[in-house]
């Protein structure tokens, strides 16, 4: 085959790239230094031993693990681990010359960013999967990484093993992405489809999304939103440019769905996701995370159990979807060591930090919740007495809001179902009064649903969802 100039076109050009790489480095080995071997970095362990051949071939020189950093020296690890790697003392690793690369997959903020900076300030090339990390210091490390001319590289950090920040990074670096509509918590996920497909409860889900090791160390990051809050910082960063703080990403968690949500998202024709949405509007942008309904038949829709999708929408590519495992230590492991490998590759051919190159990430205003246009659902349990319905329609329709669809069930009593919800007895008349709105500025509904939180037949808070055609 030629090129259009008539030159060949070299599909394995290995043995002159292997030979300038050796020069460039001697042929010695990329040094890798681990901070953590729990879940994660337990399977990048054994993806690093089991296709060591490779993965040598792949970077030009061979990836070596010198260094293992863990809190307790005692406890049972991976039999991919050399146990005599073992050490309590990052600075073993962030301190050793002899280390190119280190991997961060210990989690949280204290002691990893001190960790990270420092490896960087001493010319290392750093991998992490630490979102949380990314999310609050992310454009500050990048920023440090671009000067000092080495790569950070953060795969692992969102949707576990799907490639979505190579994606935005290079794959769609020529086009403008304009919206990010996501699932982005394998445990959330997990615990959705759970309680839908089997009735589960909160909790059986849960434990069994922790003894997957899914969850993080700290579970609540997972059910309140805030893991995936910082995914959607993480690729909002990538996608719109932005640099953004939590506290200005309307995030809320899954914890008060009840089994009568699915049941009555299901009866108009949804399915309760949690989604992260991002989109580019010129002069702000839409950041926010929160349980949606979304319409059975739709894509998202189909994603289960802890599997993960970004769909976004370009401007000149149109949709795209990328979807798989979003959690657990293999899928994991796969982007971490995926990274690794591009990175010592960086290192080995003497182009370290071309990664982050020319990436202009910048403060962006976020529209104020209250802004936002959508449908919601919205559940009242009431008092099942004349006149209510009346009064909840008034509320809406007063503020503006203009109601699609209603209806009134008595819940379900035990014995005849799920539990009554809120500590409801069987004695009690009370009423589900769920109903979904035609498109609304949430700032309305809110003012609607203040007035009706003053009215007496209220029996529980709302619950409110918003409703998103994906
Ligand atoms: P993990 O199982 O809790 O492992 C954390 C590891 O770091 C452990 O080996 C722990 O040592 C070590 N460590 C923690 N703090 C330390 C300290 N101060 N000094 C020395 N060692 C310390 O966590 P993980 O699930 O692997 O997650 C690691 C990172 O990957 C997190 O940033 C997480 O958000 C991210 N991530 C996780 C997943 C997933 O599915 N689990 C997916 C994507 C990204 P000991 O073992 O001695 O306690
Ligand atoms: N706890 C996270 C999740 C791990 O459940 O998605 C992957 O980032």
Redesign the pocket.
């Known amino acids: 085959m030629k090129t259009e100039g008539g030159s060949p076109l070299n599909f394995n050009p290995e043995p002159h790239a292997g030979s300038d790489r050796k020069r460039l480095r001697g042929g010695a080995p990329i040094q890798i230094g681990l901070?953590?071997?729990?879940?994660?970095?337990g399977g990048v362990l054994r993806l690093l031993a089991e296709n060591a051949g490779y993965l040598a071939e792949r970077a030009g020189v061979p990836l070596v693990v010198k260094r293992v950093?863990?809190?307790?020296l005692e406890?049972e690890r991976v039999s991919a681990l050399d146990r005599s790697l073992l050490t309590?003392r990052?600075e073993e690793v962030v301190d050793d010359p002899a280390i190119d690369l280190v991997v961060e997959?210990?989690?949280?903020e204290t002691?990893a960013r001190a960790l990270i900076e420092r490896a960087i300030d001493q010319g290392k090339g750093v991998v992490t999967?630490?979102?949380?990390?990314l999310a609050a210091h992310g454009p500050a490390l990048l920023a440090r990484a671009a000067a000092r001319q080495v790569d950070l590289a953060f795969e692992?950090?969102v949707g576990?093993g799907i490639p979505i920040i190579r994606t935005l990074r290079d794959a769609l670096a020529s086009d403008w992405v304009a919206s990010v509509t996501a699932i982005l918590n394998?445990t959330c996920n997990y615990i959705l489809t759970r309680m839908r497909d089997t009735g589960a409860s909160f909790d059986a889900a849960l434990r069994e999304a922790q003894q997957l090791?899914?969850a993080?160390?700290d579970p609540t990051l997972d059910v309140d939103g805030h893991d995936a809050a910082h995914k959607l910082i993480v690729l909002a960063m990538l996608a719109f440019g932005a640099q953004v703080d939590s506290e200005s990403v309307h995030t809320s968690g899954i914890r008060n769905i009840e089994e009568a949500d699915h049941r009555y998202a299901d009866r108009f024709g949804y399915t309760i996701k949690h989604l992260a949405i991002g989109r580019d509007l010129g002069g702000s942008i839409e950041l926010r995370v929160h349980p949606t309904l979304i319409p059975k038949q739709s894509v998202l829709a189909n994603v289960s159990g802890v599997l993960n999708a970004v769909l976004l929408e370009g401007r000149a590519v149109g949709p795209a979807l990328v979807y798989g495992r979003g959690?657990?230590?293999l899928p994991?492991a796969v982007s971490v060591v995926s990274d690794i490998l591009d990175v010592a590759r960086s290192i080995a051919s003497g182009v370290a930090g071309m990664q982050g190159r020319g990436m202009s990430i910048k403060p962006r205003p976020v529209r104020p919740l209250g802004e936002i246009v959508s449908r919601y659902y919205l559940r009242f349990v009431v008092e099942d007495r004349p006149g209510v319905m009346g009064r909840l329609a008034g509320a809406l329709g007063d503020a503006g809001v203009s109601i699609e669809q209603i209806v009134q069930q008595e819940p379900a009593r035990e014995g005849q179902g799920a539990a009554p919800a809120g500590g409801r007895t069987a004695r009690e008349p009370a009423a589900d009064v769920v109903l979904i709105t035609h498109d609304a500025q949430e700032g309305l509904v809110r003012n609607a649903l203040d007035a009706i939180a003053r009215e007496h037949f209220l029996r529980e808070p709302v619950r409110l969802f918003r409703i998103e055609a994906t």
């Open positions: 901070l953590g071997c729990g879940t994660v970095g950093v863990v809190r307790d406890k309590t990052p997959v210990m989690g949280g002691p999967a630490n979102k949380l990390l692992g950090a576990g394998g090791g899914y993080e160390a959690a657990g230590d994991t």
